[in-house]
C-alpha cells in the first residue's frame, strides 16, 4: 500500500478538521456541551446507519471469516487493557488502583466510534470488512473495556473509602447500558439479518448512507472541539501512555494476527484500528469521578499527535511482516 496515499487521504483530512475543530474550540464558536452534542449525533445516528447499511450487504461467507477477527480481537485488545492497568498500578509507586483503572480506559482503548471510519474507509475502502472490524473493536471496548474498567476503579475506591462501598454501579449496568446504545445494537441486528439470510433492499441505502456521510467529518471536528479544552500536562506517565497505546496494542494485534494466520486484509484493518488514538470514553469517566484527568488528557493528546507518524508506520510494518512470509503467509 502507498503510504503517500495513506497520509494524503486518511491522515491530512483528519488533521485538517480536527484542528479546523480546535480553533473553533479556542475561539469560543464552540463549547464542551457542544462537542457533546455532536458526540451524539455521531454515536447515536451517524455511526450505527454506517454500520448497519455496511454489514448487511456482507455475506456469511463474510461473517464467517471474521470470526477470527472477533476472538483476535477481543483476546487482543483486553490482554493490552489489562498489561496497561497492571503496569500503571505496580510501576507508579503514587498510583492508586483507580488511577490505574483509569490508564487502561485510555491507554489500553482506541477510539473506534470517533476515528475508524474517517481512518479506515480512506485506506481500505468503503466496504462491509471495514464495517465488521469498526463493530467489533467498538463492542469490545464499549460492552467488555468499560465495564472492566469501572469494576476495577470502584473496587479500589471502596478499598480507600468504605463509604462507598455498594454506592458505585455494577459492572453489568454498563454492559446493559452499552448494548442498549444504537452503536452496539445496530451491528448486532445486521449481522442477525446477514446470518438469517434476508435480502437488502438497495433502494433504502441511500437514506442510510446520507446520514451515515455525516459520521467520520462531525467526529473528528467534535474531538478537535473537545482538545481545546484539555489543559496539557505533560509527564512521564503521559508519554509512557502514548508509548503504551501506539506502539504496544498494535504490536500484539500483529504478532497474534500473524501466529494464527488471520485473514491479511483484516489483519491490516485491525492494526491500523489498534493504533488510533485512546477513547475518548476513557476521558469522560476520569472527568465524572475526578481521577487521574491532567495525566490522562494528556496521554490522549499526545497520542493523537503521534497517530501522525505511526498510523502509516504500522501499516508499513504490517505489509513488511506479510511480504516477508512469516508464518506461513504468501504474498
Not at 485488545?77 to 490505574?100: E, P, Q, R, S
Not at 462507598?164 to 449481522?191: D, F, M, N, T, Y
Not at 496494542?249 to 494466520?261: D, S, W
Amino acid at each position: 500500500m502507498n503510504i503517500t496515499h495513506v497520509i494524503i487521504y486518511a491522515i491530512v483530512p483528519i488533521l485538517v478538521i480536527m484542528l479546523v475543530g480546535f480553533i473553533s474550540g479556542k475561539r469560543g464558536v464552540f463549547s464542551g456541551d457542544d462537542a457533546k452534542k455532536f458526540n451524539k449525533v455521531v454515536l447515536d445516528y451517524a455511526l450505527p446507519a454506517a454500520l448497519f447499511v455496511s454489514i448487511v450487504q456482507s455475506t456469511r461467507e463474510m461473517l464467517v471469516r471474521d470470526l477470527k477477527l472477533t476472538i483476535i480481537s477481543t483476546v487482543g485488545i483486553m490482554l493490552c487493557f489489562m498489561l496497561v492497568y497492571f503496569i500503571f498500578k505496580y510501576c507508579f509507586k503514587k498510583n492508586t488502583g483507580a488511577d490505574a483503572a483509569i490508564s487502561a480506559l485510555i491507554s489500553g482503548s482506541p477510539t473506534i466510534g470517533f476515528l475508524g471510519f474517517a481512518v479506515l474507509e480512506p485506506i481500505f475502502g468503503t466496504n462491509p470488512s471495514v464495517a465488521l472490524v469498526v463493530a467489533i473493536v467498538g463492542i469490545v471496548v464499549n460492552a467488555i473495556g468499560i465495564p472492566v474498567g469501572l469494576s476495577l476503579m470502584n473496587a479500589s475506591l471502596e478499598k480507600t473509602d468504605p463509604s462507598l462501598k455498594g454506592k458505585h454501579e455494577s459492572a453489568w449496568k454498563p454492559v446493559l447500558h452499552a448494548l442498549a446504545q444504537p452503536v452496539a445494537w445496530a451491528p448486532i441486528l445486521a449481522v442477525i439479518w446477514v446470518v438469517a439470510g434476508i435480502p437488502w433492499p438497495k433502494e433504502l441505502s441511500p437514506s442510510f448512507n446520507l446520514m451515515a456521510k455525516a459520521n467520520a467529518s462531525m467526529a473528528v471536528f467534535s474531538a478537535g472541539i473537545t482538545l481545546s479544552a484539555i489543559k496539557l500536562d505533560i509527564n512521564w506517565q503521559a508519554v509512557l501512555g502514548s508509548i503504551l497505546k501506539m506502539v504496544m496494542m498494535p504490536a500484539v494485534i500483529l504478532v497474534m494476527g500473524l501466529i494464527f494466520k488471520m485473514d491479511p486484509e483484516n489483519l491490516r484493518m485491525l492494526v491500523v484500528a489498534c493504533a488510533l488514538p485512546p477513547a475518548f470514553s476513557g476521558i469522560i469517566i476520569a472527568d465524572e469521578y475526578n481521577t487521574y484527568v491532567a495525566t490522562g488528557t494528556s496521554s490522549l493528546t499526545l497520542s493523537v499527535i503521534l497517530f501522525i507518524g505511526f498510523c502509516p508506520l504500522w501499516i508499513w510494518l504490517t505489509n513488511l511482516a506479510m511480504n516477508a512470509h512469516l508464518f506461513g503467509y504468501i504474498g
